[in-house]
């Protein structure tokens, strides 16, 4: 709620002011709310005053006074400015107030000479009228929601996760999707592994990802306790195994770079890794064991941020879409499948913000402009699913065998996951004999009962890949438009922090420092020259 008040004093020319509050709102609403009033009280040079929330202004963009916590409006401290109006108005009601604002018993005053500025247009305030009325502040109870409305493109685990992420802070959620947990986020091995991926060349995406894995422990439980599904969470670390000279050599090298970055490892005998490990090869020769890693199973995840965000009042829909823009914006998305992008006969699903996580499609998502067109490749991966192996292996266990590597993940359910390819073949989905058998012949080289285990599944996917291996998670030139796509093999593992990122941007709050060098700025060409040139 808002309301006006006024203060005793000498009459002066008073700077006015337009007080946004409620003491119900989220603070999500509030600066939603406070974001969409400045243009209205910009043109009369009002002030934009925020009950008790003077932090929640600032980081809304405003220049503001707030009223002190406790008192009432008409007591509490202006700032400077004198209230005469409030942001539920209407803009025509708005503007007027503001216009013929002036009453000689205002304290809240200021010597400074008005600025004369015509009023809105009336095309203009038919806009700012939409905006407000998108914005405005309720009081937010279980299964009412906050007016700011996203449309997500893309249901893998990091469009899921960001939708549950904004659904619980009371923002208007869909996910679009035609299979929704059936693109990369299905053929994943669910590793949490930063420290085994770390790479010389890659000092921040390791920075993001050691954070990712310190944030997986609370946003596993939180995710269980909103689904009521276990999502698998081992946290027994990795075991990395080698067999010749040239595999210790490689062991060292990675172990070398560990210590540089002050990483928690320790090096191996093969008695000593069989002793944490007994079904592991005898021919192993060298070993490095790596507690930091962790593991989750994928597709549980999956099915726990289903279940989660569609309690949380997530919408999820079920098809192909484009994204739609009106006057250089972003305003929602369309099924390509239903006419042209552009009908009038085609249903759009209206939102004040757009997140393009579409994986490796996100390039090729129809009605992007060539601004946002990343160079988001398809990298395909080929992996194994075995069954019948309770108690064979207590971690994950990665291992070099004569140059060739190879990864087993163990689930709680008996499976062992086993890949995975990495081949630049473009959006390829086969899955080649060749690739089989070199993915079993290298696992029952590391651990020789997998040959006993039953093959219950071959599957490939594509991932979505960038040219320096980073994510892009931020705003992009277009205005209502985020990205988070491009995780590449860390989709599982960053879901936290790029669903926390997204938190931020939508809210407006400070951004973690890891994110930072992941914004989609970094590429100053667009991805159809670059996609252009892979082709």
Not at 15 to 36: E, F, M, N, W, Y
Not at 383 to 393: H, M, S
Not at 394 to 415: D, F, Q, S
Request: net charge negative; proline share 6%; with cysteine.
């Amino acid at each position: 709620m808002t309301r006006s008040t006024t203060c005793a004093g000498p009459r002066q020319r008073k700077a006015r002011a337009i007080q946004v509050g409620d003491k119900h709102a989220s603070d999500c609403a509030r600066r939603s709310l406070t974001r969409l009033t400045l243009p209205l009280a910009a043109p009369f040079d009002a002030l934009v005053l925020v009950d008790a929330c003077i932090d929640v202004a600032v980081v809304a963009g405003a220049h503001v006074a707030h009223l002190a916590p406790g008192q009432s409006r008409g007591r509490g401290t202006c700032g400077g400015g004198h209230v005469i109006g409030h942001a539920t108005m209407s803009p025509v009601e708005l503007s007027i107030a503001l216009a013929e604002a002036e009453d000689p018993s205002g304290t809240c005053t200021t010597s400074q000479p008005a600025t004369q500025h015509p009023a809105p247009s009336t095309q203009n305030q038919e806009n700012l009228m939409t905006d407000a009325q998108r914005a405005r502040t309720k009081v937010h109870t279980p299964g009412e929601r906050s007016d700011v409305r996203v449309a997500v493109i893309g249901g893998g685990v990091i469009g899921l996760s960001i939708a549950w992420t904004l659904a619980r802070d009371g923002c208007d959620v869909e996910v679009h999707d035609d299979q929704p947990g059936l693109g990369a986020s299905h053929a994943a091995a669910g590793m949490l592994a930063p420290v085994c991926e770390a790479a010389y060349e890659e000092p921040e995406l390791l920075a993001l990802g050691l954070a990712s894995v310190q944030a997986w422990p609370e946003f596993a439980a939180r995710l269980t306790q909103a689904s009521g599904v276990d999502v698998g969470l081992r946290e027994e670390g990795s075991l990395w195994v080698g067999f010749d000279t040239d595999d210790a050599i490689g062991l060292g090298r990675v172990a070398d770079l560990l210590a540089r970055h002050d990483l928690r490892h320790r090096r191996l005998s093969s008695r000593e890794a069989r002793a944490l490990e007994p079904a592991l090869s005898p021919r192993t020769s060298s070993a490095l064991q790596v507690p930091g890693d962790h593991s989750v199973d994928n597709r549980q995840v999956v099915r726990a941020l289903l279940a989660a965000a569609e309690r949380a009042g997530v919408r999820i829909h079920r098809q192909r879409v484009g994204l739609v823009t009106v006057d250089g914006r972003a305003v929602g998305v369309r099924r390509v499948d239903v006419g042209d992008l552009n009908s009038a006969t085609a249903p759009v699903h209206e939102a004040d913000l757009v997140v393009l996580a579409a994986g490796d499609g996100s390039a090729h998502v129809p009605g992007l402009p060539d601004c946002a067109r990343y160079p988001v490749r398809p990298v395909k991966g080929q992996i194994l699913r075995l069954a019948g192996a309770t108690g064979l292996l207590e971690r994950t266990v990665r291992a070099t065998v004569h140059g060739e590597k190879v990864y087993l993940v163990p689930r709680g359910n008996g499976e062992v996951v086993v890949g995975a390819t990495m081949e630049e073949v473009g959006a390829d989905l086969t899955v080649t004999a060749g690739a089989v058998h070199h993915l079993l012949r290298t696992a029952i080289e590391v651990v020789p009962e997998v040959a006993e285990l039953e093959l219950v599944e071959a599957l490939a996917r594509c991932r979505p890949g960038t040219p320096d291996n980073g994510p892009l998670i931020g705003y992009t030139p277009l205005p209502g438009l985020l990205v988070a796509t491009g995780h590449g093999r860390g989709g599982v593992l960053l879901a936290p922090t790029t669903s926390d990122a997204l938190h931020r941007l939508v809210s407006d709050l400070p951004m973690s420092g890891v994110i930072e060098p992941f914004a989609p700025q970094r590429f100053s060409r667009s991805a159809h020259d670059v996609t252009e040139g892979i082709a």
